[in-house]
């Protein structure tokens, strides 16, 4: 990729300047306490950091969380992630109360040599998601006023066409960091020319959200195993009845579609753990995934589908993993996940997560991460790579 990174910078030399870095410290809080459940993200981005940090440079950290709809919300507030990413960079970091106000040409302006300070939630301000590209300058503007460079290492936004991540780069020197410089790399293998054979795993519960990366997938892969709440909608599209479960009625004959052009490629469950209530201690049992009961919803893959995926991960030499088998956050309904996972780290495989509630799921079940080859940080980010579409983010980088 023709794209400078971090280490171009630091050869440049950033001691004493003013490095503007976007992070993404999206980051999942605890409804009840707001503590942090999976510091993942940060310490992602932590190598990017501390390398600055140690080269000298002030500083300057941005990131959303969640999604706020454009004016101050404190229950979105990033101060609880200022306090641990100072914990795990091991030096204080200085938070300001807000995004380009008062509070945070203050942090910045009193930033000494080696510092970071982290600003409020960028999604506080209309002008980081709007799209009006007037109003998206008019904010990048006073964000690009903290730096003298532009680092972007939030590879979990760089398909936001945000003024963060989009127009910022477009009024400073930019630089991707460590983070997105890796993540590029990576998938960039499985795009390319991936050692065969290249198994998939889709999860998730909407089969609309992953239609596009499925139609571009299916040429490539050899082997597509599709569970979580989207694999019902295939199984009706198979005739099947499915209960209660989730079902998008108006994807059948989409699903239907992909099926009879799939070549057999898409592996279907052949079992599923059908519940009486979406609930932790609902009744559940395990039925053929033909038999569905019609008060039922299915929670989970079954154990049979569990073992004939792990099967066809058995054989594969790279395997891209997005999205849970079923409801991994209730012990119950976690076993196909955890059966999934598991498989994934017994191969000899290049394997790469895909972000979001995967990667959650991994840390939750407490695996081992270094059996993977790859957790992404960017779940939808990753998938719009794998459709091969222009990423925002990255397209700034290049230019
Ligand atoms: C994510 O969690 O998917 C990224 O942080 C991007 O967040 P968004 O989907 O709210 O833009
Ligand atoms: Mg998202």
Redesign the pocket.
Known sequence: MSIRNLDDLLDEGVSGRRVLVRA?L?VPLDKQSGEITDDG?IRAVLPTLSALVQAGAKVVVCS?L??PKGAPDPQFSLRPVAGRLGELLGAPVHFAEDTVGDSARSTVAGLADGQVALLENLRFNKGETSKDDAERGAFADQLAAFGEVYVDD?F??V??K?ASVYDVPARLPHVAGRLVLREVEVLSKLTGDPERPYVVVLGGSKVSDKLAVIEALLPTVDRLLIGGGMCFTFLKAQGHEVGTSLLEKEMVETCRNLLERSGGKIMLPVDVVAADAFAPDAAHDTVPADGIPSHRLGLDIGPETVAGFTAALSQAKTIFWNGPMGVFEMAAFANGTRGIAEAITKTDAFSVVG??DSAAAVRALGLDESSFGHIST????SLEYLEGKTLPGIAALES
Do not use: E, F
């Open positions: 993404d999206n993200r959303h969640g999604r939030a979990g936004a398909h936001r945000h972000g979001g960017g779940g939808g980010a």
